[in-house]
């Protein structure tokens, strides 16, 4: 209800902002003032779950690895190489000359530290799956480690780029996760010079940032990060000059704001992949939706690329896999097609049996709108659907429950660029699996558990040819992500949905 | 009156209890904190794991007991999302909630008694239908659909104040006038009311005889009687501002107490939701107390009844 009002308000705030004067960015005292609608609970990258901890991890610490924004390709940054000396032992070699923060320099003794320290179940890191598949990191000498898995686990890389940043040994084994949480200290191109817990961090270029990794030297002098949870608020900032760039705005809002000479507004594709999952496990009493026919007939009777054109715009585009199609192993090319055709779905459904359609109901949680959209299409070849409309975290709870036949949901990856982050939950016999397949669970198991490029696709393609055949999940379209700021910055969007604030120079 | 004073302190001590007692039940009804914890992408081991390492395997009441023995000596466990003491968040919040609670209740009271008194002295005139009608749209405006428009004019268009922060007192205005103004009816209401029933009283018609100037008729001898319903009515609704705050808070970006509270529902961080939920109710149990007790000092009768 909120929601709704403040929607309503701050469009009328956007049409009456038209005739104000415009707002001048802080480019004079080069700070960018960026407004995030989440609080950071902990900036210890260990001891947060929200995607603003990534961000800020981005800029105040290093990972081994990165990976190149656009094409996905892993580059060094702490680690100059790296090579799998066996199924499960990756040896790598760290680069010289790095300095954290503080001045402590970085070598084999921080890499192991950190690496034993946050995947000993003790220390009661928040994301274990993150963790929980290192086995024990070892020194071999000063500027070579080894990292041993407890199990062959070929998503190894994609960790070490993303969630898993090094720290200082000698500070963290003192600091700890409190000290840590107020005084971070890392390698990366923004040092934090103030911390209000959940209010406001103030970072300043590091000048000794070291050169050759995968991140330049910051381009603008200060960062100045709030929390502002309300998006009206964040808007009305905007408008009035007070903050420089905000993200998640709402289509609707996006469309007003790209009128208003003084903001830039990039609408842009994100790993984030919306399907609708169905239940063909029986797992719930609705006997229908556990036939094949009935499911194909609802994927012909959508027309994926109208809700794309009228509802979601900007780069989103549909897609056929499971998976976002930059994924290792999301290959699309074996991925069943579904037209839109609501003849051939009233065919299939007279086949199944149900020429006169039949009662689904349908969870939902994102905008209703979009909920609305599908029901249309599925009343129009006869299927009787009832909006189940709640949040996330209610829906999440009823498919674990399984009472949910017919789910339209959405998956990030985490910004990991491997089906191993996508498919394994949901069809690998996981309490949201509805398709409870024996072999499906052992060509993704198999696709998992090796290193060998070959035999992943092989397994993955089959994963893929599968789950769209026997229509388990109609894959609906890549989500975007409105950003908005003023036109001074010079700031590009990536699909991990991972703003690089360092790469950010002013016009 | 000590016996008065006694029992309402002891109903007091009890309503605190149930408060504190219903609170655990029903956060650790709504979420699973092991759950939350873990992340949407924990597996069944991982959620137990870590079940076992915050010991919410314990049965419920033996978590109840040990987090109400720690709170009453003021220790509210650590805030499982942020590492830190519950107590320390709750200290640094603090001054932003009461401060935000004390401006919008002088902005209320400085708005209401000025026009409860204007339109008492000609009930039934057009100042008192302009009056009545300014309490009514106070109470009818939803509090954040009157911020959001107040930003729009005073932030955006006019620019005459800051949007969001609370680093200057500027940054109190509007958020003390959206949360204040829906106190104001009340408030002008029973000045107006209390302002009636004194001016025809003999007390005052005697005053005016003797041939005291009006304005001291008026403030001295009149107001001062009819604002002790307000003055106690006062101490309840600062209680309900300060946990009336949560909407405030978080439109306005102001970081007290409120928004915490937002903060922490919205990611099941339940050490510190219990501690505000107690900490508001304890606010609101302790100022209706000293209402109770003020109005049976001031008047004999409540005491007995």
Same mark, same amino acid.
């Given at each position: 209800?909120?929601?709704?009002?403040?929607?309503?308000?701050?469009?009328?705030?956007?049409?009456?902002?038209?005739?104000?004067?415009?707002?001048?960015?802080?480019?004079?005292?080069?700070?960018?003032?960026?407004?995030?609608?989440? /609080?950071?609970?902990?900036?210890?990258?260990?001891?947060?779950?929200?995607?603003?901890?990534?961000?800020?991890?981005?800029?105040?610490?290093?990972?081994?690895?990165?990976?190149?924004?656009?094409?996905?390709?892993?580059?060094?940054?702490?680690?100059? *190489?790296?090579?799998?000396?066996?199924?499960?032992?990756?040896?790598?070699?760290?680069?010289?000359?790095?300095?954290?923060?503080?001045?402590?320099?970085?070598?084999?003794?921080?890499?192991?530290? /950190?690496?034993?320290?946050?995947?000993?179940?003790?220390?009661?890191?928040?994301?274990?799956?993150?963790?929980?598949?290192?086995?024990?990191?070892?020194?071999?000498?000063?500027?070579?480690?080894?990292?041993?898995?407890?199990?062959?686990?070929?998503?190894?890389?994609?960790?070490?780029?993303?969630?898993?940043?090094?720290?200082?040994?000698?500070?963290?084994?003192?600091?700890?996760?409190?000290?840590?949480?107020?005084?971070?200290?890392?390698?990366?191109?923004?040092?934090?010079?103030?911390?209000?817990?959940?209010?406001?961090?103030?970072?300043?270029?590091?000048?000794?940032?070291?050169?050759?990794?995968?991140?330049?030297?910051?381009?603008?002098?200060?960062?100045?990060?709030?929390?502002?949870?309300?998006?009206?608020?964040?808007?009305?900032?905007?408008?009035?000059?007070?903050?420089?760039?905000?993200?998640?705005?709402?289509?609707?809002?996006?469309?007003?704001?790209?009128?208003?000479?003084?903001?830039?507004?990039?609408?842009?594709?994100?790993?984030?992949?919306?399907?609708?999952?169905?239940?063909?496990?029986?797992?719930?009493?609705?006997?229908?939706?556990?036939?094949?026919?009935?499911?194909?007939?609802?994927?012909?009777?959508?027309?994926?690329?109208?809700?794309?054109?009228?509802?979601?715009?900007?780069?989103?585009?549909?897609?056929?896999?499971?998976?976002?199609? /930059?994924?290792?192993?999301?290959?699309?090319?074996?991925?069943?097609?579904?037209?839109?055709?609501?003849?051939?779905?009233?065919?299939?459904?007279?086949?199944?049996?149900?020429?006169?359609?039949?009662?689904?109901?349908?969870?939902?949680?994102?905008?209703?709108?979009?909920?609305?959209?599908?029901?249309?299409?599925?009343?129009?070849?006869?299927?009787?659907?009832?909006?189940?409309?709640?949040?996330?975290?209610?829906?999440?709870?009823?498919?674990?429950?399984?009472?949910?036949?017919?789910?339209?949901?959405?998956?990030?990856?985490?910004?990991?660029?491997?089906?191993?982050?996508?498919?394994?939950?949901?069809?690998?016999?996981?309490?949201?699996?509805?398709?409870?397949?024996?072999?499906?669970?052992?060509?993704?198991?198999?696709?998992?558990?090796?290193?060998?490029?070959?035999?992943?696709?092989?397994?993955?393609?089959? *994963?893929?040819?599968?789950?769209?055949?026997?229509?388990?999940?109609?894959?609906?379209?890549?989500?975007?992500?409105?950003?908005?700021?003023?036109?001074?910055?010079?700031?590009?969007?990536?699909?991990?949905?991972?703003?690089?604030?360092?790469?950010?120079?002013?016009? | 009156?000590?016996?008065? &004073?006694?029992?309402?302190?002891?109903?007091?001590?009890?309503?605190?209890?149930?408060?504190?007692?219903?609170?655990?039940?029903?956060?650790?009804?709504?979420?699973?904190?092991?759950?939350?914890?873990?992340?949407?992408?924990? &597996?069944?081991?991982?959620?137990?794991?870590?079940?076992?390492?915050? #010991?919410?395997?314990?049965?419920?009441?033996?978590?109840?007991?040990?987090?109400?023995?720690?709170?009453?000596?003021?220790?509210?466990?650590?805030?499982?999302?942020?590492?830190?003491?519950?107590?320390?968040?709750?200290?640094?919040?603090?001054?932003?909630?009461?401060?935000?609670?004390?401006?919008?209740?002088?902005?209320?009271?400085?708005?209401?008694?000025?026009? #409860?008194?204007?339109?008492?002295?000609?009930? =039934?005139?057009?100042?008192?239908?302009?009056?009545? &009608?300014?309490?009514?749209? @106070?109470?009818?405006?939803?509090?954040?659909?009157?911020?959001?428009?107040?930003?729009?004019?005073? @932030?955006?268009?006019?620019?005459?104040?800051?949007?969001?922060? &609370?680093?200057?007192?500027?940054?109190?205005?509007?958020?003390?006038?959206?949360?204040?103004?829906?106190?104001?009816?009340?408030?002008?209401?029973?000045?107006?009311? @209390?302002?009636?029933?004194?001016?025809?009283?003999?007390?005052?018609?005697?005053?005016?005889?003797?041939?005291?100037?009006?304005?001291?008729?008026?403030?001295?001898?009149?107001?001062? =009687?009819?604002?002790?319903?307000?003055?106690?009515?006062?101490?309840?609704?600062?209680?309900?501002?300060?946990?009336?705050?949560?909407?405030?808070?978080?439109?306005?970006?102001?970081? #007290?107490? #409120?928004?915490?509270?937002?903060?922490?529902?919205?990611?099941?961080?339940?050490?510190?939701?219990?501690?505000?939920?107690?900490?508001?109710?304890?606010?609101?149990?302790?100022?209706?107390?000293?209402?109770?007790?003020? =109005?049976?000092?001031?008047?004999?009768?409540?005491?007995?009844?």
């Amino acid at each position: 209800m909120m929601k709704q009002w403040a929607t309503a308000v701050s469009a009328a705030a956007l049409a009456l902002a038209c005739g104000v004067p415009e707002a001048a960015a802080q480019k004079s005292k080069d700070t960018l003032r960026v407004a995030w609608q989440y /609080t950071i609970e902990n900036v210890d990258n260990y001891f947060n779950t929200n995607r603003e901890g990534i961000l800020f991890s981005r800029m105040v610490f290093d990972n081994l690895i990165d990976r190149d924004p656009k094409t996905f390709k892993a580059v060094p940054n702490l680690a100059t *190489a790296w090579k799998w000396a066996d199924d499960r032992t990756l040896e790598m070699e760290l680069r010289q000359g790095v300095k954290f923060h503080n001045g402590e320099e970085f070598d084999a003794d921080d890499v192991v530290f /950190t690496l034993n320290w946050i995947s000993d179940p003790a220390n009661k890191v928040l994301n274990q799956s993150n963790v929980n598949w290192i086995e024990k990191a070892e020194k071999v000498d000063k500027f070579k480690v080894r990292i041993i898995s407890k199990k062959p686990f070929p998503a190894a890389l994609e960790f070490l780029t993303i969630p898993l940043v090094i720290y200082p040994n000698e500070y963290y084994a003192k600091a700890g996760p409190k000290e840590m949480g107020l005084k971070p200290v890392g390698t990366g191109p923004y040092k934090v010079t103030k911390i209000e817990p959940a209010k406001e961090y103030t970072l300043e270029r590091f000048d000794g940032h070291f050169k050759g990794g995968s991140k330049p030297d910051a381009k603008i002098k200060h960062i100045v990060i709030r929390t502002i949870p309300e998006m009206s608020t964040q808007i009305a900032e905007l408008l009035a000059g007070g903050i420089d760039w905000i993200w998640y705005v709402p289509t609707d809002q996006a469309d007003r704001l790209e009128r208003v000479p003084s903001l830039k507004v990039d609408r842009a594709e994100t790993m984030r992949t919306g399907y609708i999952g169905f239940d063909a496990a029986g797992r719930t009493t609705n006997k229908a939706i556990n036939d094949v026919r009935v499911r194909q007939a609802i994927a012909h009777a959508i027309d994926r690329d109208a809700i794309i054109k009228n509802l979601i715009g900007g780069a989103s585009r549909k897609i056929h896999a499971p998976c976002f199609p /930059t994924q290792f192993g999301c290959d699309d090319s074996v991925a069943t097609r579904y037209d839109y055709d609501p003849a051939k779905a009233k065919k299939l459904l007279a086949e199944a049996g149900f020429a006169n359609g039949f009662d689904l109901d349908f969870y939902a949680y994102r905008p209703r709108d979009w909920a609305e959209a599908i029901m249309g299409y599925l009343t129009a070849v006869g299927i009787r659907p009832k909006l189940q409309h709640m949040t996330y975290i209610a829906v999440r709870d009823k498919n674990h429950e399984g009472v949910t036949p017919m789910y339209f949901m959405d998956w990030g990856s985490y910004s990991i660029n491997d089906v191993s982050a996508i498919m394994p939950n949901f069809f690998g016999g996981s309490p949201d699996d509805f398709a409870r397949d024996p072999e499906l669970q052992a060509w993704l198991q198999a696709g998992g558990a090796t290193v060998d490029e070959k035999v992943r696709k092989e397994n993955y393609a089959k *994963a893929v040819k599968r789950i769209t055949e026997r229509a388990y999940w109609l894959p609906m379209f890549s989500f975007v992500t409105n950003y908005a700021y003023t036109k001074d910055l010079d700031f590009t969007p990536f699909p991990d949905e991972i703003p690089r604030y360092y790469q950010y120079g002013w016009k | 009156m000590l016996v008065y &004073s006694l029992k309402r302190l002891l109903l007091a001590c009890l309503v605190v209890l149930t408060v504190s007692g219903i609170t655990f039940i029903l956060t650790n009804a709504a979420i699973d904190p092991a759950k939350a914890l873990a992340g949407d992408s924990a &597996s069944a081991a991982d959620i137990d794991a870590i079940r076992k390492a915050y #010991g919410f395997d314990r049965p419920l009441p033996v978590q109840y007991f040990d987090w109400l023995g720690s709170a009453l000596i003021g220790e509210f466990g650590e805030s499982v999302r942020m590492r830190r003491p519950v107590a320390t968040l709750l200290l640094e919040r603090l001054p932003v909630t009461m401060s935000l609670g004390a401006c919008a209740l002088a902005f209320a009271l400085l708005l209401s008694i000025p026009l #409860g008194v204007v339109a008492a002295l000609k009930p =039934n005139s057009a100042v008192d239908r302009v009056a009545l &009608s300014l309490s009514v749209l @106070g109470q009818a405006l939803p509090t954040f659909w009157f911020a959001l428009m107040m930003i729009i004019l005073f @932030g955006v268009i006019l620019r005459w104040l800051p949007i969001s922060g &609370s680093d200057t007192w500027l940054h109190f205005v509007m958020p003390a006038i959206a949360l204040g103004y829906y106190a104001t009816p009340a408030f002008m209401r029973l000045t107006r009311a @209390g302002m009636i029933e004194v001016l025809a009283s003999d007390y005052i018609r005697t005053a005016r005889a003797k041939g005291l100037r009006p304005p001291t008729v008026l403030f001295k001898h009149a107001l001062r =009687n009819a604002v002790i319903p307000v003055v106690s009515l006062a101490a309840v609704q600062f209680g309900f501002m300060l946990g009336g705050s949560v909407v405030i808070e978080t439109i306005f970006a102001l970081h #007290g107490v #409120g928004f915490l509270a937002w903060e922490s529902i919205s990611r099941s961080d339940i050490p510190v939701v219990q501690a505000i939920v107690l900490l508001i109710s304890l606010f609101y149990i302790v100022l209706t107390l000293l209402a109770d007790l003020l =109005n049976a000092y001031l008047d004999p009768r409540i005491r007995v009844a």
